[in-house]
C-alpha cells in the first residue's frame, strides 16, 4: 500500500486571546493517500477552516501549534522546514481555494497575471507564456472568450466566474493537493453544483488529492471517497462516505443528519434539532465535548475523553463516542416498525 | 438587501478566522490602560489643575515685570527663568495653560454641537439635504482654515470668546463628516430598518437608534480635536492673533523668545516643551479610548 | 465623460460660493484701507476721496459683481497698497510655495510609507508600537514649534544649515534647495505621522484579505505578496489624505513661510490681511480655494487609474 | 373561499443604481390566505427580499397595490401607514445586524409597544418578559444584556420577540435562517412553526433554501429576475415541477445520502443576465434547454393547471 500523501498527527491549533488560550484546533489526526478526495464537515467554530490554515501554513501571529503536532507531506514535516522550503511547497505542493470569491481575488490585478503569477515563481514561466497558459488554464475550468477575461479584474466576474478563476489560480502550479476551503458556500445553488463538478473533474482528470472543507454534508455525500466530521476543535468521526452515511455511529454526526429539513420529508414536519449551543474553546468540557448538548449521554461522557473506536464492520470508520449509535439494532427496529 | 447590479449573495459568507481576530487586537495591547494611558492623563489633570487653581497655587504675577532679572536662567527664585521683560516664565506658562485649554476643550465642543446634528440629518435623509451639505462643506473646507481665524480675529478683534467660536465653526464640517459617516453606515442595518417596520418616526430613529452609535466615533475623534485645537490656537497667538498681548499664552511666549534664540533658549524651550507634553498627553489618551471603543464596537456587530 | 462635467460644475459652484464668502467678510472688516493709506493725519474729506478713487463708496454687492466681472475675464484686480497687479502677485510668489509643497511631501512620503509598511507588517509588535509612539510624538511638535527647534538644533547649535535667504532656482540647484529643507522638514514633521497611520491600518486591513491568504498560498516570498499584492489597493485613502495636504499646501504654509521668511503666496496673504488690502486677500483666497478644488479633483481621476474597480465601471456606465 | 389577508397586484419595485434603472420585481400578483405558509424562492437577485420589503413598504414599491385585511397599505399616508404596521411584521436575515448594539434586550423588545401607546413600564415589562419565556430564552438573564452577548441563535429568538409583541397578522421572514448553522436552523424553525400555531399568523417567508422551504411552506413561488415562475401547494410543485427553472433549482440540491449521486445540470448554462436590461419575452429563456422562438418574442403569462398550481412557460413539463 502507498504511503500516505498527507499525514497530520495530534495537530492542534491554538489562538492567543485576552480572554485565554482559544483551542481551535485540537489533537487531530488523519492521513489521506494520494488520488482521495475526503469531505471535512463541520459547523462554524468546529475549526475546520482554522485546520486547513495550518495544513497551508496561513495562521495569523497570534496562533500557536504546541509542541507535538505534525503535518507529513510528500515527506517532508511541513511545521519544521524553514520559510524558504514550506513556500516552495505552497503552490506546486498544496494548492487552495477560499471560500469567498468575491474576496480571495486580488480586486486591482488583472485575472491573467493571478493565474500565471505562481508558474513565474515557481518555474521561471516568461510572461508571454504564462499568458497562453493562464488563457489555457481558464478555457479548462469554463470560463467564455477566455482571452478578453485575461486581462479584465475579478469584478468585472460574476461569482461563480471568479470561482473558476480561483480554481485556476489553484491548478495553475499543478498541486498534488487541492484544499477548497468552503468554494460553494457564498454561492447559488445552480451555481455550485456546476463549481463541485468542475472540483471533481478536475481532481479525477489530474489525479489529485483533494480537502473538500464544506459545513454541508449534502454536498460531500456524493463527491468524496471519505469523510470527516468535526466538532468543537476535534474529528469526532471519520470513515468512507458510504459507512458514514450508512452507519452513523457518532452522536453528533447522526444529530447533524437529522436536523437537515429534506425534500423527502413532508411539510411541517418537527425538525431534529440540537439544542444548545457548541462549547466555548477556551474552556471546553472535561469528557466530550459534545456531552452537554447530547441526548445520550452517560456518566462517561462528562468526565472523560471518548477514545477512538473502530467500527465492527469497517475498522477504517472510527468515532470517538462512549454511547455509540447501534445502526443495526436501529435498522432493525425501522424494519419492525414498517412491517407492524 | 441584494443590490441586484452586483453579483453580491444573498446568504453572507460565513466567518472563517474573524472570530479570532477579533479576540486579539492587531494593535497590541491598545486595549488595556497601561501606563501610556495614565501617564498622559496624570500629566494632564495636573496642568488643568494648576490651570484652575493659578491664582492660589503660590506662583507669581505673570504680568509683573523683574527689571533686575531679564531673560535670567532658571534658578530658586525663577524656577524656569524669565523672560526678556523679567516676568516669571513658569507663571506665563501656567497662565497661558488657561487659554490653550478653554480654547482646546471649548471648540471642539462647539464644533461636535452643530456639526454632529448636520451631519446625522444629512447621512440620514440623503437625497438634496444631503447634496446641499455635502457641498456647504465641501466650500467650507476649500478656505484654508487659517484665514478664516486671521480674518475673523481681525473682524472681531482677538479675545478668548473669538478664538474659541471661530475655531469651533472650523470643527464643524469635520464633526458633520464623521458623523455623516458613521450614520451612512448604520442607516441602512438592519437594526435601523427594524425599528421602522415597528412605525418608529424618523426622529425617533435618529435619537434613539442612530445616535448611541453614532455618538462614540465622534466623542473619540473629540479628543484628538482636543490636541488639535491646542495646536491651532498655538499657532494663531505665535502670529500675535489670538488673547492681546500682555495675556500670556503659550504659542505667543515661543514667539516672544524667537528673537532670543541663541543666548536664552529657555524661553522659548519651556513653553514649547509644556506645550508638547500637552498636545502629546491628549493624542495619547484620545487615541487609547478610541481603540477601546472600536473593540467595543467590534465586539458588538 | 459626464463625471468630468458633473465635477466641472461643483469646481464653479465652489469657488462662486467661496468668493462670495470671501468677499463679504472681507469688507465687514472694520476700518478699511482707505484710513491707512490716507495717513493718520488725514482729514475725512481726504478719506473719502481716496474711497471714491478705490471705488470703496459703493454697495458691496455691486462692487462684488464687478469684481466677478472682471475675475472671469482674467483681470484679478491691483493691491490697493502696491498697485501691483493681483494675478501677477500670486503667480510670482506660487512657485516658491509649490516647491516648499513638493519637498515637504517628499520628506513625508520617504519617512510615511516604509514606516507604515514595516508597522503593518508587524501590527502589535514592539516595532509597530515604537513606530507608532514616534509618531505620535512627531505629530504632538505643531509646525511653528518644529520650525523654532529645527532652527535652534540644526542652525545654531550644529551649524548645518545656517538660515539662509531664498534663492531662486537661477542660483543654482543646491543655493535654491537649501532654503527648503527645514522648512519642508518642519511641515512634513506632523504630515507624514498621518500618512504613516492611513497607510499602516489600510495595510493591516488587507493583509487579512483573502487574496493575501491566496498569494501567499501561491508561495510567492512575503515582500513580494506586501509590495506587488497589499501596498496597492491599502495606499487609496492615503492618496486621498495625500491629495489633501497637498490642497491646503498649494497656498503655502502662512506660518512657515512667515518664520523662514520664504515669499510665497502664504506669506503674501498675512502681509496683506495685516494691510487690509482685501483685494490682495480676495484673489488669494480664490487662487487657494481653486487649487484646493483642483487637486482633489486630480486625486479622483488618480483613483480611476489606480483602481480598476473605478475606471470600467466608468466606462461601462 | 379561504380568506384572504393579503393581496398584492401587479407590484413593480425599481430602484436607480449608477448604471440604470433596475427594475427588481416586475409585476408580481400573490394572495396570502390567512393561516397559510407562502414561500418565495429563488436565487441571489430574484426579487424575492425586495419583493419581501416591499410588502413591509421599506421602501415603498414603485407601482402595484398591497391590500391587508382591507388596508390599502400603497395608498395608505405616512401616519395611517405606521398605525397599520403593526399588524405585519418582519424579522431579517443578519440576526446580529438587526438588533440595536447599544441598547439592552428589554429596550429592543418593548420597544414596538412603546411606539404603539402603551404607557405604563410595568405592562410593558410583563409583556417582555413572557415573550422572551415563549421564544426560549431566560427572561431573568436576558433582560439586561446586550445583543453581542448573545449567539446568533439566540439574537434570531430576540428578533422574532420583537416581531411578535404587537400581535401581529402577518410575518414576514426575510431569510430567517440563512446565516445560522444547521443544528441551530432546525431549532429557529421549529420556533417559527410554534409561533404560527400560538399566534395564529400567516408567513410570507422569502428563502433560497428549497429543503428549510419544503418544511415550512404551504405554498411557494418560484422567482426569476424579478417575475414569478410558478406557483403552487408544495407538495406538487416539488414533486413535479411545472416550470423548467423549478426544476433545475431542485436538481441542484446536494442531497445528504451518498447513494444519490448528484446529478449532473446539463440545464441551467451561463450567468444570471442583469436586471438592467433584462431577457425579452420569458426571462430564463437565455439558460433555458427548452427555449424556442416563441420565448423570446412572447412574455410568458401565469397560466392555471388543473392541480391548481399556475406558472408562467410556454412550454411548462406537464401537461396543461
Redesign the interface.
Known amino acids: 500500500m502507498a504511503d500516505p500523501l498527507l499525514e497530520l498527527t495530534n495537530v492542534s491549533t491554538h489562538f492567543h486571546s485576552p480572554a485565554g488560550r482559544v483551542r481551535a484546533v485540537d489533537g487531530v489526526s488523519f492521513s489521506l493517500k494520494a488520488g482521495q478526495t475526503l469531505g471535512l464537515v463541520g459547523e462554524s467554530g468546529s475549526g475546520k477552516s482554522v485546520l486547513a490554515r495550518t495544513i497551508m501554513g496561513l495562521l495569523p501571529s497570534y496562533a500557536e501549534i504546541p509542541e507535538g503536532s505534525a503535518i507529513s507531506f510528500d515527506g517532508h514535516n511541513l511545521l519544521t522546514l524553514d520559510r524558504k522550503a514550506r513556500r516552495a511547497i505552497s503552490g506546486p505542493g498544496i494548492g487552495m481555494i477560499f471560500q469567498d470569491p468575491m474576496t480571495s481575488l486580488n480586486p486591482v490585478m488583472k485575472i491573467g497575471q493571478q493565474v500565471y503569477e505562481g508558474m513565474r515563481h515557481h518555474f521561471g514561466t516568461s510572461k508571454r507564456a504564462g499568458r497562453e497558459r493562464a488563457i489555457e488554464l481558464l478555457t479548462e475550468v469554463g470560463i467564455p472568450q477566455p482571452d478578453v477575461r485575461v486581462d479584465q479584474f475579478p469584478h468585472q466576474l460574476s461569482g461563480g466566474m471568479r470561482q473558476r478563476v480561483a480554481i485556476a489560480i489553484a491548478l495553475a502550479c499543478e498541486p498534488k493537493l487541492l484544499i477548497a476551503d468552503e468554494p460553494t458556500t457564498a454561492l447559488d445553488v445552480t451555481v455550485q453544483a456546476g463549481i463541485l463538478d468542475l472540483l471533481q473533474r478536475e481532481q479525477r482528470d489530474r489525479g489529485m488529492t483533494m480537502i473538500l472543507i464544506t459545513h454541508d454534508l449534502g454536498v460531500v455525500a456524493g463527491r468524496c471517497d471519505n469523510v470527516a466530521v468535526m466538532y468543537a476543535g476535534g474529528i469526532v468521526e471519520t470513515g468512507t462516505t458510504l459507512s458514514l452515511f450508512a452507519r452513523t455511529r457518532m452522536r453528533y454526526t447522526q444529530a447533524l443528519l437529522d436536523s437537515i429539513p429534506r425534500l423527502d420529508r413532508p411539510p411541517h414536519e418537527r425538525l431534529q434539532s440540537i439544542g444548545g449551543r457548541p462549547p466555548n474553546l477556551i474552556d471546553p468540557p472535561a469528557g466530550c465535548r459534545f456531552a452537554p448538548r447530547c441526548a445520550h449521554r452517560n456518566a462517561h461522557c462528562d468526565t472523560d475523553i471518548p477514545p477512538i473506536t473502530a467500527d465492527e464492520q469497517d475498522p477504517s470508520h472510527r468515532f470517538a463516542c462512549w454511547n455509540p449509535r447501534d445502526p443495526d439494532a436501529e435498522a432493525s427496529d425501522k424494519a419492525t416498525g414498517d412491517a407492524a | ?5 452586483t ?11 474573524s ?3 477579533r ?6 495591547k491598545s ?1 488595556q490602560f497601561g501606563f ?1 494611558f495614565w501617564l498622559p492623563l496624570g500629566w494632564l489633570l495636573l496642568i488643568t489643575f494648576c490651570a484652575i487653581f493659578a491664582p492660589w497655587i503660590g506662583i507669581q504675577d505673570p504680568d509683573s515685570l523683574d527689571f533686575i532679572n531679564l531673560q535670567s536662567e532658571p534658578n530658586d527664585a525663577h524656577l524656569l527663568g524669565t523672560d526678556h521683560l523679567g516676568r516669571d516664565v513658569l507663571a506665563r506658562v501656567i497662565y497661558g495653560a488657561r487659554v490653550s485649554l478653554v480654547v482646546g476643550f471649548c471648540a471642539p465642543v462647539v464644533g461636535m454641537l452643530l456639526g454632529l446634528p448636520i451631519g446625522m440629518i444629512a447621512g440620514y435623509f440623503g437625497g438634496r439635504i444631503d447634496g446641499l451639505i455635502v ?2 462643506i ?2 467650507f ?4 482654515g ?3 481665524l ?2 475673523f480675529s ?2 472681531f478683534g482677538g479675545s478668548l470668546l473669538v478664538v474659541t467660536v471661530s475655531l469651533g465653526l472650523l470643527f464643524i464640517p469635520i464633526f458633520a463628516r464623521i458623523s455623516r459617516a458613521a450614520t451612512l453606515s448604520f442607516n441602512s ?3 435601523v ?9 424618523d426622529f ?1 430613529i435618529l435619537v ?2 442612530l445616535l ?2 453614532v455618538v462614540l466615533p465622534v466623542l473619540a475623534f473629540g479628543l484628538v480635536a482636543v ?1 488639535s485645537a491646542i ?1 491651532v490656537e ?2 494663531l497667538s ?2 500675535g492673533l489670538s488673547v492681546p498681548a500682555p495675556h500670556p499664552s503659550w ?1 505667543g511666549m ?2 516672544g523668545g ?1 528673537e532670543h ?2 543666548e536664552s ?1 529657555h524661553i ?2 519651556f513653553p ?1 516643551i509644556v ?2 507634553l500637552t ?2 498627553s491628549f ?2 489618551v484620545g ?1 487609547t479610548l478610541r481603540s477601546r471603543f472600536a473593540d467595543v ?1 467590534e ?3 | 465623460m459626464r463625471y468630468v462635467l458633473k465635477r466641472v460644475r461643483r469646481l464653479v459652484v465652489v469657488i462662486f460660493a467661496v468668493t462670495l464668502f470671501t468677499f463679504l467678510l472681507v469688507n465687514v472688516l472694520p476700518g478699511d484701507v482707505a484710513y491707512d493709506i490716507a495717513g493718520q493725519d488725514a482729514s475725512e474729506e481726504e478719506v473719502q476721496a481716496i474711497r471714491a478713487d478705490l471705488g470703496l463708496d459703493r454697495p458691496v454687492m455691486i462692487r462684488y459683481v464687478e469684481w466677478l466681472g472682471d475675475f472671469v475675464q482674467g483681470d484679478w484686480g491691483r493691491s490697493f497698497r502696491t498697485d501691483e497687479s493681483v494675478a501677477e502677485a500670486i503667480w510670482s510668489r506660487f512657485p516658491v510655495s509649490l516647491e516648499l509643497m513638493l519637498v515637504a511631501q517628499v520628506f513625508a512620503l520617504i519617512l510615511a510609507v516604509p514606516f507604515g509598511i514595516f508597522a503593518a507588517y508587524r501590527a502589535g509588535r514592539t516595532v509597530d508600537r515604537t513606530i507608532a509612539t514616534a509618531g505620535f510624538m512627531s505629530l504632538s511638535v505643531p509646525s511653528f514649534m518644529a520650525a523654532i527647534i529645527l532652527i535652534l538644533v540644526v542652525s545654531l547649535n550644529l551649524g548645518w544649515l545656517p538660515t539662509s535667504e531664498y534663492e531662486p532656482l537661477s542660483a543654482g540647484l543646491w543655493a535654491n534647495l537649501r532654503a527648503f529643507i527645514l522648512p519642508a522638514l518642519a511641515i512634513a514633521l506632523s504630515e507624514w505621522v498621518v500618512l504613516m497611520r492611513v497607510l499602516r491600518a489600510d495595510l493591516i486591513g488587507v493583509l487579512q484579505q483573502d487574496y493575501i491568504s491566496l498569494a501567499r498560498a501561491k508561495g510567492l516570498p512575503v515582500w513580494h505578496v506586501i509590495l506587488r499584492h497589499a501596498l496597492k489597493p491599502a495606499s487609496f485613502s492615503m492618496i486621498t489624505i495625500l491629495g489633501l495636504q497637498i490642497g491646503t499646501l498649494v497656498g503655502g504654509s502662512i506660518i512657515i513661510e512667515s518664520i523662514f521668511a520664504l515669499p510665497g503666496v502664504g506669506r503674501l496673504l498675512i502681509n496683506a490681511i495685516y494691510a487690509r488690502d482685501f483685494i490682495v486677500v480676495q484673489g488669494v483666497v480664490v487662487f487657494i480655494a481653486f487649487a484646493y478644488v483642483l487637486v482633489n479633483f486630480i486625486v479622483d481621476l488618480l483613483y480611476a487609474v489606480l483602481d480598476p474597480r473605478i475606471r470600467t465601471e466608468r466606462s461601462d456606465g | 373561499m379561504s380568506d384572504i389577508l393579503l393581496d398584492v397586484r401587479d407590484l413593480v419595485v425599481e430602484f436607480p443604481t449608477r448604471k440604470g434603472l433596475v427594475q427588481a420585481v416586475s409585476g408580481v400578483t400573490f394572495q396570502l390566505n390567512r393561516g397559510e405558509t407562502l414561500a418565495l424562492v429563488g436565487e441571489s437577485g430574484c426579487g424575492k427580499s425586495t419583493t419581501a420589503r416591499a410588502v413591509m413598504q421599506l421602501p415603498r414599491p414603485t407601482s402595484g397595490s398591497i391590500v391587508l385585511d382591507g388596508d390599502d397599505l400603497v395608498a395608505a399616508g405616512k401616519r395611517d401607514l405606521r398605525r397599520l404596521r403593526r399588524k405585519f411584521q418582519m424579522i431579517f436575515q443578519n440576526p446580529i445586524a438587526s438588533l440595536n448594539p447599544r441598547k439592552r434586550i428589554s429596550d429592543v423588545i418593548e420597544k414596538p409597544l412603546k411606539i404603539a401607546g402603551e404607557l405604563d413600564a410595568a405592562k410593558r415589562r410583563t409583556a417582555v418578559m413572557e415573550l422572551l419565556e415563549t421564544v426560549g430564552l431566560d427572561p431573568a438573564v436576558a433582560m439586561d444584556k446586550r445583543p453581542h452577548e448573545f449567539s446568533g441563535g439566540q439574537c434570531q429568538r430576540i428578533s422574532i420577540a420583537r416581531a411578535l409583541i404587537l400581535e401581529p397578522d402577518l410575518l414576514i421572514c426575510d431569510e430567517p435562517v440563512s446565516a445560522l448553522d444547521v443544528s441551530i436552523q432546525a431549532q429557529i424553525l421549529n420556533l417559527l412553526e410554534d409561533m404560527k400555531q400560538r399566534y395564529d399568523l400567516t408567513m410570507l417567508f422569502i428563502s433560497h433554501d428549497l429543503a428549510v422551504v419544503r418544511n415550512v411552506a404551504d405554498r411557494v413561488a418560484v422567482m426569476y429576475l424579478g417575475r414569478f415562475c410558478e406557483v403552487g401547494r408544495s407538495e406538487e410543485l416539488f414533486d413535479s415541477p411545472a416550470h423548467p427553472y423549478t426544476r433545475a433549482l431542485l436538481s441542484a440540491i446536494p442531497v445528504p445520502d451518498p447513494t444519490v449521486k448528484p446529478k449532473p445540470i446539463e440545464m441551467i448554462q451561463g450567468d444570471l443576465p442583469s436586471p438592467i436590461s433584462p431577457p425579452s419575452g420569458c426571462r430564463f429563456r437565455t439558460r433555458c434547454p427548452l427555449a424556442t422562438d416563441r420565448c423570446t418574442s412572447e412574455v410568458p403569462e401565469m397560466r392555471g393547471l388543473p392541480d391548481g398550481r399556475a406558472v408562467a412557460c410556454h412550454h411548462p413539463l406537464i401537461g396543461t
Open positions: 438587501m441584494a443590490d441586484p447590479t453579483n453580491r449573495p444573498l446568504h453572507p459568507a460565513r466567518p472563517t478566522l472570530r479570532f481576530r479576540m486579539r487586537p492587531i494593535t497590541g486595549g501610556a457641498g456647504s465641501d466650500t473646507l476649500a478656505v484654508p487659517l484665514v478664516l486671521l480674518l481681525l473682524i442595518s438592519e437594526f430598518l427594524a425599528a421602522r417596520t415597528i412605525g418608529a418616526g425617533n434613539r437608534e448611541p452609535n490636541a495646536v498655538g499657532a505665535f502670529l504659542g515661543i514667539a524667537r534664540l541663541e533658549p522659548s524651550i514649547a506645550m508638547f498636545v502629546l493624542n495619547l487615541d464596537r465586539a458588538a456587530i
